[in-house]
């Protein structure tokens, strides 16, 4: 391929290139996934200790009884390529049962910036919602798999506000409280679909396109040049 030819096919690449950054920055989105809430034998032991049972409600699934459930994963936001924030099925939830009262707790939101896992807390017909019910002292993101992350949060503590809203509705007397604010209460993992901003196809399908046309120019070129003449013996 001629220098002038190789000149226009990259400047053609970057000017397209130019024009898909300045399409609407609606970044990576969520399509999809599941969240698993597993809870620590400790923390199973605790809420036996102090007469609660946990079931799924909504959307939720129950996988193991009393101690693990499933989550439906419906969106999330971004923080350049990394998840900011995984969103479940605001219907999918669990419920803390303890004699007559029974608590709902569902709409989850864990936010990696913070460590936090949020939702609503319903007691009755009353709710608090997005309160802040469990902190994590690590959540990390393998995205060796762009379009299916594996996000983990371990270290799961109770926070003092979920601990006294809880604690009071259920009744749990206040000298077990400082106990359970110990207790790790397990794991939250999530497998979450994404897609690519739209400028990120283009710009995929632009390299793709400019690597086929200079594989084209280079045999056409190849199969206009003469047959080198023999050597003379």
Known sequence: MKLQQLQ?????????????????????????????????DDAVSTLSLIGVSVSATGSASTVTPGQVFSFPITGGTFSGDALDTVITDPAAGVTLTRGATVITLNDFRVDRGTSTLYGDIVIGGSTTEDAALYTFTSIT??????????????GMFITELALNTLGDALGVPTFLRPVVAEVDFGTLTGNVAVVPEPSTYLLMG????????????????????PAAAPQAA
């Open 8 to 40: 226009r096919l990259l400047k053609g690449i970057v000017a397209a290139a130019a024009v898909a950054a300045t399409l609407p920055a609606a970044a990576q989105s969520v399509t999809g996934g599941t969240a698993t809430l597993t809870f620590s």
């Open 141 to 154: 993101e393998d995205m060796s798999d762009f379009y299916n992350r594996q996000v983990s949060a371990s």
């Open 206 to 225: 632009l390299g793709l396109a400019g690597v086929g046309l200079l594989k084209r120019r280079r045999a056409a070129s190849s199969e206009r040049e």
